[in-house]
């Protein structure tokens, strides 16, 4: 792959579905900087949701398509509200599908968080609240939605 020439890799990338674009970049530099393209975020978004949704989420600046597709994403996962999400053992807060705060991580040996390093750009958690509460919601809060889907 790393002779082809970057057109013929982008109309490969083009074939792929969300999932699988945003594993590519873990591969290798040449895939993190290709999986990146503007115009394949925009065409996977396109696909979705469609152009008239395009053109009214069309990103600005600092945000690229990537950004986009990610939060409209997460609205349609988890809703437009105000939410505690558990991605693997970190805890977030979102509202309307933007991360909010970094809550921390659920240790599960001692139920600690203060080693823990946020992700890039998002704020650390600050608040009076305990974080046992928290991750309590998050747990409630993604039992709940497991329920949902098992009803439907």
């Known amino acids: 792959m790393e002779r082809l020439p970057g057109e013929l890799c982008l109309k ?4 792929l579905n969300h999932t699988s674009l945003a594993a590519a ?3 290798c530099r040449k895939w993190r900087v290709l999986a990146s393209d503007d115009a394949l975020w925009s065409n996977l978004f ?3 949701w469609g ?4 053109a009214f989420y069309a990103p600005s600046d600092p945000k690229s398509w990537k950004d986009v597709y990610i939060v409209q994403h997460r609205c349609d996962r988890f809703g ?4 505690i999400i558990t991605e693997g053992n970190d ?9 909010q705060k970094y809550l921390g991580m659920r240790n599960l040996r001692n139920e600690s968080c203060d080693d823990v390093a946020p992700l890039q750009g998002v704020e650390e958690h600050h608040s ?5 509460i928290l991750f309590f919601l998050g747990d409630l809060e993604a039992a709940c939605a ?3 889907r098992l009803q439907t």
Request: glycine share 12%.
């Open 128 to 132: 009076g609240i305990p974080d046992r």
């Open 51 to 54: 152009g008239d949704c395009a």
């Open 80 to 83: 437009l509200g105000l939410r």
């Open 46 to 48: 396109k696909e979705r």
């Open 146 to 148: 497991a329920a949902k």
């Open 91 to 99: 805890y977030y807060l979102i509202h309307q599908g933007e991360i």
């Open 12 to 15: 490969i990338f083009h074939l």
């Open 25 to 27: 970049p873990q591969v």
